[in-house]
């Protein structure tokens, strides 16, 4: 059966022209960057061009760039090695919609000892930035607030964010690896000091991401052993992943906005189409600035789980929130923070769009979703 893929805030197909450029990192050009021999640092320089890409991309020098396993060690990386640095203080403030990848480390720091305060947002997953302000303190070591939610796909003002911590001396974190690619990420712009982006969600390999840390931000290692990464994370290079994450990189920076201009054509038109067909749907985020690509939709009175089943069943594939929080019945916890009503929130189907969609996918949707739509609230799952 072909697959319909409408999940591309899950993860990305890989782009050919970024496999293209990783394969031979696995076979004949297959040298230790760390190695003093001319075969080993040929890897290096071509590391180095990646690292350029990356830096390029996002309007930050290289030398501010640290490789990664991917968007959760480079979170991880921010919150742990800023803390770590910075060690008389021992507060953190966060969003009430981070990713797992935020909030669960901080769910660990806490049991640690450390003190967390979550931002809430209001119904349509806007941040309250007035509660942002009151609630720095002397002791917050580091402000982390999202660039784009992956759910909702609702973008945050990182720039007011930033203007808020840095009035107080506080550095600002914000995972962006579901803002990339989809809106414009500029570290001067945004005036943020660290940022987390991933790989595979801008057609990229699995398995490696970036942090970005602006010169003179605080920050301790956590991966130790090697001396990689200007001692900032060690462990030998994934050489083909950084590579393809930087291709990747470099096909987003020649692509400009205009990869986003299609996508946010077809995402219109699946939005259109939802609401004619159900018009009792709600859609999480429609007040607020969001991303061109995600569309969260609820449906009232029905349950996640089987309408996202019954499509895959039928090649198409969306989800139930974040991919990886699927399996619970709970309405997702970025779903509980807007203050939706579980009878809806339990409903939440995301929709995201990505390069490789086309109207034909959109069709498809459309030939399959109103009976699965039917079928569920008949069987009354
Ligand atoms: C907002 C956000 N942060 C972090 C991550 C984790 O990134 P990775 O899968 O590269 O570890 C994801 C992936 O789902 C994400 O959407």
Redesign the pocket.
Known sequence: MAITYLDN???TRVDPRVLTQMLPYFSDEYGNPSSAHQFGSRVAGRIEEARTQVARLIGARETEIIFT???????NLALRGVLAARPSKRHVVISAV?????FEPCEALQREGFQVTSIGVDREGRLDLDQLAANIRDDTAIVSI?L???ETGVIFPLREVAAIAHQRGVPVHT?????LGKTRVNVEELGVDLL?L????IYGP????ALYVRRNTPLRPMMIGGGQERKRRGGTSNAPGIIGLGAACQILHELSDAGMEQVGALHDQLEAELRRRFPDILILGAGAERLPNTCCACFPGLSSEPLVMLLSENGICVSSG???SSGSLEPSRVVQAMGIEPRIGQGQIRFSLGRFNTAADIQRLFEVLPQVVEKVSRANL
């Not at 396993?69 to 979170?75: C, L």
């Not at 995972?175 to 803002?179: I, Q, S, Y």
């Not at 991933?198 to 969600?201: A, W």
């Not at 699995?206 to 991401?209: E, I, L, P």
């Open positions: 805030n899950a993860t396993s991917g968007g959760t060690e480079a979170d981070e990713h797992h990848a935020i999202m784009a939610n992956n995972d962006a690896v579901n803002a987390s991933s790989s595979h969600k699995k398995g490696v991401g974040a991919a990886c």
